[in-house]
């Protein structure tokens, strides 16, 4: 069981390292992601946990908290409306700029990432692209990185793209999937934090910002709109979540559909 004041001690550092703020009526599901971190690392109560992720010695550990208390849920080509938008739409008109770059901002293990890139590779691949990914959690980032999925994970790859960019396992690699190497080397993947960014330093034809604002308080969501839509070049395309509509009209940005959105003059 976790103490109210265990629980605003943890809830306390969760908003210092990510910008997210539990409510307190989530304290069971805290005590639920952290229960097997208090037993790996021999914590007999959350507040000597607590203790731990402060000191010289929980660097490491302050990562596993970070990566249980954020939500990792994706797959390939989620919210398939979307990306079939994005096909049909750089097929009309494609960026002028080259590379074609696309920024995958809540990349968690990179199954978002890798699907623009099928995109990209697909539409652009006599042109010269690149996807970019963040998240905020270690572990999700270096999954990314290894491009190494379940099996079970491909059938919501579009039977083209699965017939020429994935590449099934086998020996130790069995019952799971990698991408092609022209897809994984098109994609970079960082850490990073969305309201202090610090090595996105360039800008993006295509942003997805995708089923993160929700996890924010008003004020952090229009600090972390603005520091996406900056990057964001003139006629780049910005995609939200479908629960992610914007509640206010911006003088930046048009509307093409529901929860996604061209960058305009102000």
Known sequence: MISEQEFNQLNRILEQQTGIRLARHKCDIMASRLANR??????????????????????AELSKFIDKMTTHETYFFREMSQFEFLCTYLKDKPPTRSPVRAWSAAASTGEEAYSIAMILEDLFYNRSWHVYGTDISQTAISMAQ????????VSKVPAKFKKAYCLKGFGIHEGSFSVAKQIKEGCTFNVDNLLALKTVDYSFDIIFLRNILIYFDEAKQLEILNNVVKRLNHAGLLFLGHSEALRYKRDDLEMLKPCIYKKIAP
């Open 38 to 59: 208090l037993r790996v690392t021999g914590s007999e109560s959350y507040a000597q946990y607590y203790r731990l992720i402060l000191s010289e010695q929980g660097t």
């Open 146 to 153: 290894e491009a190494c999925f379940a099996m079970s994970t």
